[in-house]
């Protein structure tokens, strides 16, 4: 029996007993308790209707089942399939024991072993997961009545990055994939430092930009037909960001404004920043955090449009995670004020 919890102007107090919750909501915390008291006495004195026996499914076949039934047509698809293969490494012979089995001290056991090996992120991730695969198992299933990740902390959210972009990186990344201001991108290296200038201007994020194609693009801003968020979002073009679509060949039979797959992209960003010695420091995400940073500087724009053009829903993580000013600049702004 827990303690009474205070809810605004009343009480509320949850008792469990064989695994089902019963809650309760009074005006003071005694009567809460007298409450709990006598809604326990009742549970222990009833007699016991014969409970259904547990189905004994493994933790991995039910990650196995939300994947094929669920996970593989939802963006974090991927995600999902690397855990689902890796899960008996990551978790032993755990994985391959019943559902009824895995309780929130294994749930607590393996978190503290996880974050001596990855970050605090990863495992944030990875609970986050596990616990719709067990909430899908609960209320879709019925496969079970409790969620062994719900009773158990995540660990602290690392802190965001605030790292920005300044001239001399941008000009190294540009040198390194051949490439400069006003070029015609002809090979598969300048399109990715052509996407790194887009995304400067744009604050687009590069799955955005790798999707879009020649029928979203508009005099004046590009259609996203679907972004991070599962909504469609116009994006308005800065000058810079019309000259750039204005170097794109015309006469290409591939559509895509940047011919890349993910991966390829992946792999000639990651290889340049290596060579470049940015390998430890720069991240294509970071794009975002200057560009929003810069649209503040130069265009002087409020908030609320800057949030429709990169697509926040949350006001305080644009404002807190992506608007990036240095103290200097802070300087320069309160002394023009």
Same mark, same amino acid.
């Given at each position: 029996m827990q303690k009474p919890v205070k809810r605004g102007n009343a009480w509320r107090i949850t008792?469990?007993?064989?695994?089902?919750?019963?809650?309760?909501?009074?005006?003071?915390?005694?009567?809460?308790?007298?409450? $709990?008291?006598k809604k326990l006495l009742e549970l222990q004195s009833s007699p016991q209707s014969e409970e259904k026996p547990k189905i004994h499914i493994s933790f991995h076949s039910l990650l196995d089942q939300y994947y094929n039934e669920v996970g593989k047509t939802m963006k974090s698809a991927k995600f999902i399939a690397q855990q689902l293969k890796s899960l008996r490494k990551t978790w032993g012979p755990i994985a391959d024991d019943s559902i009824h089995d895995l309780t929130p001290v294994k749930v607590k056991?393996?978190?503290?072993?996880?974050?001596?090996?990855?970050?605090?992120?990863?495992?944030?991730?990875?609970?986050?997961?596990?616990?719709?695969?067990?909430?899908?198992?609960r209320k879709e299933l019925f496969l079970t009545k409790e969620n062994p990740f719900k009773e158990i902390s995540k660990p602290p959210a690392p802190p965001a990055r605030n790292q920005r972009i300044s001239t001399e990186d941008e000009l190294k990344? +540009? @040198?390194?994939?051949?490439?400069?201001?006003? @070029?015609?991108?002809?090979?598969?290296?300048?399109?990715? $430092?052509?996407?790194?200038?887009?995304?400067?201007?744009?604050?687009?994020?590069?799955?955005?930009?790798?999707?879009?194609?020649?029928?979203?693009?508009?005099?004046?801003?590009?259609?996203?037909k679907e972004?991070?968020?599962?909504?469609?979002?116009d994006v308005?073009?800065? $000058?810079?960001? @019309?000259?750039?679509?204005?170097? +794109?060949?015309?006469?290409?039979?591939?559509?895509?404004?940047v011919p890349h797959s993910y991966n390829s992209f992946r792999l000639l960003w990651e290889r340049n920043l290596r060579r470049v010695g940015l390998a430890?420091?720069?991240?294509?995400?970071?794009?975002?955090?200057?560009?929003?940073?810069?649209?503040?500087?130069?265009?002087?724009?409020p908030v609320e449009i800057l949030a429709k053009i990169t697509g926040h829903k949350t006001i305080s993580i644009l404002v807190n995670t992506y608007y990036n000013p240095t103290a200097s600049e802070i300087a320069k702004m309160l002394e023009v004020a």
């Open positions: 008792v469990r007993y064989n695994g089902q919750r019963h809650t309760a909501t009074r005006d003071t915390a005694q009567e809460c308790e007298q409450w $709990a008291a056991q393996w978190r503290d072993k996880r974050l001596k090996t990855v970050k605090p992120g990863t495992v944030i991730r990875q609970m986050g997961l596990y616990s719709s695969v067990f909430d899908h198992a990344i +540009l @040198k390194g994939l051949d490439y400069e201001w006003g @070029k015609i991108p002809t090979q598969p290296r300048h399109y990715v $430092a052509w996407a790194f200038l887009f995304a400067l201007e744009t604050a687009m994020r590069k799955s955005e930009i790798l999707s879009i194609h020649n029928e979203h693009i508009f005099a004046d801003f590009v259609k996203l972004t991070k968020n599962g909504t469609s979002r308005p073009l800065t $000058a810079r960001a @019309k000259e750039l679509i204005a170097l +794109l060949p015309s006469d290409v039979s591939d559509t895509r404004m430890r420091t720069i991240h294509f995400h970071d794009t975002r955090h200057e560009a929003i940073t810069r649209f503040v500087h130069q265009y002087k724009l």
